[in-house]
């Protein structure tokens, strides 16, 4: 990946706090023009330094109100790409991460209340085959939501 210039990273603040801010007011904030603001724009993506621009849903605006994290405990290692896949099915499970520590897996997921996580912790989770153990943490408030800082 080449060099993030200045201007680069100035589009990259402006548009983490929001994605929705209009190229011409990029370019005047930046002091470019707005083809400008879009080939940069479209080189980032290209460069995979942003990933995507999207809305984000509150889940509990949609009948979700429990927000858990659930540490996976594998067989082997190995079998991370597997239990990925069994992960990918179950449309409750929003984030899922390979992890040093005490677990091989963590993996973050909505449901809409604690019958339907029991639900999905006993007869989804745990029954995807290498999965040994979980330990199910339950998230009682979302404190901070960021972005990671621009640096110049």
Do not use: W
């Not at 011409?24 to 980032?44: T, Y």
């Not at 990918?88 to 677990?103: A, C, N, Q």
Request: aromatic share 6%; glycine share 6%.
């Amino acid at each position: 990946m080449e060099k993030i210039d200045k201007i680069d990273r100035q589009i990259l603040g402006i548009l983490s706090k929001n994605a929705r801010v209009p190229f011409k007011d990029i370019a005047s904030e930046c002091g470019v023009s707005r083809a400008a603001i879009h080939q940069r724009v479209q080189h980032l993506m290209e460069e995979g330094v942003v990933t995507g621009s999207r809305f984000d849903v509150n889940p509990k605006s949609i009948g979700y109100s429990t927000c858990t994290y659930v540490g996976l405990n594998l067989e082997r290692g190995s079998m991370y790409k597997t239990v990925v896949e069994q992960l990918r099915e179950i449309p409750e499970v929003v984030e899922s991460h390979f992890t040093t520590g005490p677990y091989t897996m963590l993996v973050k997921l909505y449901a809409r209340d604690n019958e339907q996580l029991m639900d999905l912790l006993n007869n989804k989770l745990q029954t995807i085959p290498g999965v040994m153990s979980t330990e199910t943490l339950i998230s009682l408030e979302q404190s901070i939501r960021r972005e990671v800082p621009i640096c110049e």
